[in-house]
């Protein structure tokens, strides 16, 4: 924002409106984008209060959205998935509330079937060096996967 603009309340909402064109924030987010366009604290919270009055913004559709969209696309898991969506200005309680949900709904087993078969099909751990075994399993806990749940799946499952 220009220093010779006013930071009007209905100035904040526009610029808020332009921010949430191409994706969804968080309202922590939002107030951080605002501030950093120059927008004053009084703007900033009138802009953001009528934002999710208006159902605009709203942290637990953002919590959700990106929840499914990380598994789905095999980004992110478990505690990683956790630590993203608090970097993204999620409450902690909903972010609990959507990995619970998301627990019930879902079977780690399968979605580290699914990142394996995607990222490394024919992978078979028996077969691989010690070199390798240690990437594939990396990568796995990178993306938020438990070294139990992974070991079960590579040693006992064998299905690569």
Partial sequence: MKSSEPSSPERAFQDALKLLAPRDYTSA???EKLARRGFDEAAIEEAVARLEGQGWLSDRRFA???AEMAVNGGRFFGPRLRLEMRRH????????E???RLRQERDEQDDLRSVME???????FAAADDREK???IAFLQRRGFGLGAIMK???????Y
């Fill in 153 to 159: 799946i590579l040693k006992v499952e064998e299905i």
């Fill in 29 to 31: 987010k939002m107030r």
């Fill in 89 to 96: 200005g999620v409450p902690a309680e909903l972010v609990e």
């Fill in 118 to 124: 995607r990222r490394y099909p024919g992978f078979s």
């Fill in 134 to 136: 240690r990437r594939v």
């Fill in 98 to 100: 959507t990995l619970g």
């Fill in 64 to 66: 959700e959205r990106f």
